[in-house]
């Protein structure tokens, strides 16, 4: 995947290849078109696929003929294995019920797909994320290895994270990931703001009878994601889901939003997602909301709309936000000081000694940069 800095002038011109807020070439952005012309119809795809925005602007019939005609052969594909994964994940959701997983929800793109997009393949996504109770995290596992999912090989502990991921190959190669998730967010000061009953008491149904969490819900969701989990990356398809959300809300929904997002201490990265909507897409956001938004004390989670700071920044708030030392120290030592066995694996060593004195020089490296 194309990993490329993402520039202002980039963003204004490929929403204007999914919103019709703007048709026009963007203003100050003659040079960005330039360039973009100039392009191999690859590296247009890479940037395309990295927005997750291809099948949009496809079915927008804002690209070339060269890349439509690719985008056809894709869109094809994805129709057929889109059948497969929602039989898999209907199968998940039912035997995870019968062996009294009371309570389990699809969110972020998957629900996302099957709610406020035109068609699920529209919204290109790696897996299906599913939120557990973590009392049911155990009898969740155990479901998903019956039904030959594979656990993949990462950190573990009681703190430094609340996932794990889970893949199962599918008729016609393709492979079905499931990422379960106990928490929200794997970052501390996020971890809290939703629990799976929460989502449990006001969800909706996708068509195909699978639980998901309301619109309101899963907007205050994508604003946690976006910065949450990805600070210093901006993809348009994490905005556009937020766009799509938002024109989905009524006036009494919008007041609700802005009642939760204060509750839950959300207001600054969900400001910062509708203001940065409004400027690439327009995005309808009724009087008062932003201002509303604009008015709650400094939050924990704030610090995220700083975009540009080194990540022992978002370390310090994440260890500042846990309520006792226990907590603290065991963070700590999970972060520092994980497994021997993992440590071994992940760094590539014949000792743990050795991967824990690799680790930590890379740690160095990457927080003082």
Not at 40 to 52: I, N, V
Not at 114 to 143: E, G, N
Not at 186 to 212: F, G, I, K
Not at 297 to 326: C, G, H, V
Request: charged share 20%.
């Amino acid at each position: 995947m194309d990993n490329t800095p993402v520039s202002q002038q980039e963003l204004d011109y490929l929403a204007s290849l999914i919103c019709d807020h703007k048709q026009a070439e963007p203003n100050g952005s003659s040079e960005f078109v330039a360039m973009w012309g100039s392009k191999s119809a690859q590296a247009k795809l890479d940037r395309l696929d990295y927005h997750g925005i291809t099948l949009l602007a496809a079915a927008r019939n804002t690209l070339t003929k060269d890349l439509a005609d690719t985008c056809q052969q894709r869109r094809a594909m994805l129709a057929a294995t889109e059948a497969l994964k929602q039989q898999a994940l209907q199968h998940l959701f039912r035997e995870c019920q019968n062996a009294g997983v009371d309570k389990l929800i699809l969110f972020k793109g998957t629900a996302l797909a099957h709610t406020v997009y035109p068609q699920p393949w529209y919204r290109p996504r790696s897996d299906a994320d599913c939120l557990v109770d973590p009392r049911d995290r155990a009898l969740a596992h155990q479901v998903l290895t019956d039904l030959g999912y594979q656990k993949h090989f990462a950190i573990e502990g009681r703190y430094v994270s609340y996932q794990s991921l889970y893949s199962k190959s599918l008729p016609g190669q393709s492979q079905m990931h499931i990422d379960l998730h106990w928490r929200i967010n794997n970052r501390q000061c996020l971890s809290q703001a939703y629990a799976v009953a929460d989502l449990w008491a006001e969800r909706q149904m996708t068509s195909a009878h699978l639980p998901v969490p309301n619109n309101i819900d899963s907007l205050l969701i994508a604003c946690l994601h976006r910065l949450g989990h990805h600070a210093q990356e901006e993809r348009l398809t994490w905005l556009f889901d937020i766009h799509l959300l938002s024109c989905a809300l009524n006036d009494t929904e919008w007041q609700t939003l802005v009642n939760k997002a204060q509750q839950k201490s959300l207001c600054a990265i969900t400001l910062d997602a509708l203001q940065h909507c409004q400027n690439l897409f327009g995005t309808p956001v009724p009087n008062g909301v932003l201002h509303a938004l604009s008015l709650t004390d400094k939050e924990p989670s704030a610090i995220f709309t700083q975009r540009d700071l080194p990540e022992w920044r978002y370390f310090l708030a994440d260890l500042n936000s846990m309520s006792s030392w226990k907590q603290k120290l065991g963070f700590l030592r999970e972060t520092l000081l994980p497994s021997p066995a993992y440590i071994r694996t992940q760094m590539q060593t014949r000792t743990a000694f050795m991967g824990y004195l690799k680790r930590i020089w890379r740690g160095l490296k990457r927080v003082t940069s």
